[in-house]
């Protein structure tokens, strides 16, 4: 019995919704232009010092990001033959391991920052994005092994040209704050859209689009607790929002780890 043509429409379009969104987007802020940086992003409002470590709460609040990308490594190395991870640890391994390394970037960023130091802070970002993006891919839509380590591999250097690109435009133009960052911030978005789609089409289980989209609320609060560090610190008078922001994003990642620790050890629940 022959589908209708309605059927097939609707069929064909769902299944190119997260390549027309993406192309979509891209083209967008192509049109746009260069977006740049405030001009104060290094002013963060909370640069209290703790035995004799600048900007302590910025810097030690990175710490939870290495204990959320260790657990989620450990795991998924222990559990890498397992059939839940024929092809979805190498993206997996990737956002593990830049967790732990954004604990490091970060770190190191706001020990001192400046545009040169936030080069390590944004490269595991990028990193952490294309590993989500890759590993999520291939648990939701079933890749075959080479097909994930492509992926992988393809969104690793998109995301390391991202944060370089940035950092070019930055020095070619000799004024700071003036470097693109449109790939960068297209790489951070991508998970947040393309995500929930994925897991729309190919009917993933309840947990999992539940965890996401807590992950995404988390990860939404800690951009507004960002936007607005020096008004949570004046407001809350013990925690700036970057330090929030942080946390905030330390939860989101943790949330998003602890799922994909249930599917790799076939913990599954529809």
């Known amino acids: 019995m022959m589908k209708p043509k309605s059927a097939s429409k609707?069929?064909?379009?769902?299944?190119?919704?997260?390549?027309?969104?993406?192309?979509?987007?891209?083209?967008?802020?192509?049109?746009?232009?260069?977006?740049?940086?405030?001009?104060?992003?290094?002013?963060?409002?909370?640069?209290?010092?703790?035995?004799?470590?600048?900007?302590?709460?910025?810097?030690?609040?990175?710490?939870?990001?290495a204990l959320v990308g260790g657990w989620g490594f450990a795991i998924f190395w222990r559990q890498r033959y397992q059939p839940q991870l024929a092809s979805a640890?190498?993206?997996?391994?990737?956002?593990?391991?830049?967790?732990?390394?954004?604990?490091?970037?970060?770190?190191?960023?706001?020990?001192?920052?400046?545009?040169?130091r936030l080069v390590w802070d944004r490269l595991p970002i990028a990193l952490a994005c294309a590993g989500l993006l890759a590993?999520?891919?291939?648990?939701?839509?079933?890749?075959?092994?080479?097909?994930?380590?492509?992926?992988?591999l393809s969104l690793a250097l998109f995301g390391a040209a991202s944060v370089g690109w940035w950092y070019y435009t930055e020095q070619i133009t000799?004024?700071?704050?003036?470097?693109?960052?449109?790939?960068?911030?297209?790489?951070?978005?991508?998970?947040?859209?393309?995500?929930?789609?994925?897991?729309?089409?190919?009917?993933?289980?309840?947990?999992?689009?539940?965890?996401?989209?807590?992950?995404?609320?988390?990860?939404v609060l800690a951009k507004v607790a960002e936007v607005n560090d020096h008004a949570v610190l004046a407001l809350l008078g013990f925690v700036s929002g970057h330090t929030l922001k942080h946390l905030l994003a330390t939860a989101a990642s943790a949330v998003i780890v602890w799922r994909m620790v249930r599917n790799a050890m076939g913990v599954i629940k529809k």
């Open 89 to 116: 640890w190498p993206g997996y391994f990737l956002f593990a391991g830049a967790l732990i390394l954004t604990a490091i970037g970060s770190g190191f960023y706001h020990w001192a920052p400046d545009n040169a």
């Open 174 to 219: 000799g004024h700071r704050g003036a470097g693109d960052l449109r790939p960068y911030l297209l790489l951070q978005g991508l998970p947040l859209l393309l995500i929930p789609i994925w897991q729309a089409q190919y009917a993933a289980p309840k947990a999992d689009r539940l965890a996401f989209g807590f992950a995404i609320l988390l990860y």
């Open 10 to 65: 609707f069929v064909f379009i769902t299944r190119w919704l997260p390549t027309f969104l993406t192309v979509l987007i891209a083209a967008a802020m192509l049109v746009h232009g260069p977006i740049y940086q405030p001009a104060h992003y290094h002013d963060f409002a909370n640069d209290h010092a703790l035995w004799g470590m600048p900007n302590a709460a910025d810097v030690l609040s990175n710490l939870g990001f």
């Open 135 to 152: 590993g999520m891919h291939a648990q939701i839509c079933n890749d075959t092994w080479r097909q994930s380590m492509m992926v992988t």
